[in-house]
Nanobody, 124 residues
Framework: QVRLLESGGGSVQAGGSLRLSCAASLDTSSSFTMGWFRQAPEKEREGVAAIRTPDDSPYYADSVKGRFTISYDYGKSTLYLQMNSLKPEDTAMYYC?????????????????WGQGTQVTVSS
């Protein structure tokens, strides 16, 4: 019933920017939490940013605060992650996620629905 489809990943040089998109087929009017997570090889999947609908309150991991911006376009039913000042340590597979009744916004265990992922690679 709920489908998430990411796009926008790619390879950039350190200091560059990318914007990830996640087309969502869900009813955000019922108060969903949507987020971006990333997983580097041999590392745990970690929360990057999340936003709660319909109030649009954002949450960010300390490592990306001030560099990344999460937003949701209700008209397009699309979640975005604007990533600026990218660093090599941002390199990972990025996943879009959604859930209901989310307590800890950046905890992967709180989310039910996941996209297929899009790769982001930042070279030094």
């Amino acid at each position: 019933q709920v489908r998430l489809l990411e796009s926008g990943g790619g390879s950039v040089q350190a200091g560059g920017s990318l914007r990830l998109s996640c087309a969502a087929s869900l009813d955000t009017s019922s108060s969903f939490t949507m987020g971006w997570f990333r997983q580097a090889p041999e590392k745990e999947r970690e929360g990057v940013a999340a936003i709660r609908t319909p109030d649009d309150s954002p949450y960010y991991a300390d490592s990306v605060k001030g560099r990344f911006t999460i937003s949701y376009d209700y008209g397009k039913s699309t979640l975005y992650l604007q990533m600026n000042s990218l660093k090599p340590e941002d390199t990972a597979m990025y996943y879009c996620a959604a859930g209901e009744g989310v307590g800890t916004m950046l905890s992967k265990n709180e989310y039910t629905y996941w996209g297929q992922g899009t790769q982001v690679t930042v070279s030094s």
